[in-house]
């Protein structure tokens, strides 16, 4: 059983930073690929924000956060993280941290099977 819980979310003036952790458990060593998406309020889809290969850590990056977000982990405490600086009012969205176990595709919300509960992120101009 795999489980994602998120936390770190929270409302900040635009230029600010927040820090967002994803804490897994469950089938860790079997993650093939974690990503950090969001969603904006009127949106259908969840947006691809950040991925990061499990094995290798490598990383990708929607270009809209391309030098001001960063994704990492911590392998022995089984999280990842999502470091926001230099936050805009339209990156305000419910944020989620997902994880696909098998190798594949990695770049679309529905390649991922796991999903957390979603954080919310405000940024006021």
């Known amino acids: 059983q795999v489980q994602l819980v998120e936390s770190g979310g929270g409302s900040v003036q635009a230029g600010g930073s927040l820090r967002l952790s994803c804490a897994a458990s469950?089938?860790?060593?079997?993650?093939?690929?974690m990503g950090w998406f969001r969603q904006a309020p009127g949106r259908l889809e969840r947006e691809l924000v950040a991925?990061?290969?499990?094995?290798?850590?490598?990383?990708l990056y929607t270009d809209s956060v391309k030098g001001r977000f960063t994704i990492s982990r911590d392998n022995a405490k089984a999280t990842v993280y999502l470091q926001m600086n230099s936050l805009k009012p339209e990156d305000t969205a419910v944020y989620y941290c997902?994880?696909?176990?098998?190798?594949?595709?990695?770049?679309?919300?529905?390649?991922?099977?796991?999903w957390g509960q979603g954080t919310q992120v405000t940024v006021s101009s």
């Open positions: 991925r990061m290969y499990w094995n290798d850590g490598n990383t």
């Open positions: 997902a994880a696909r176990l098998l190798p594949g595709p990695s770049l679309h919300f529905s390649d991922y099977n796991h």
């Open positions: 469950g089938r860790t060593f079997d993650y093939y690929a």
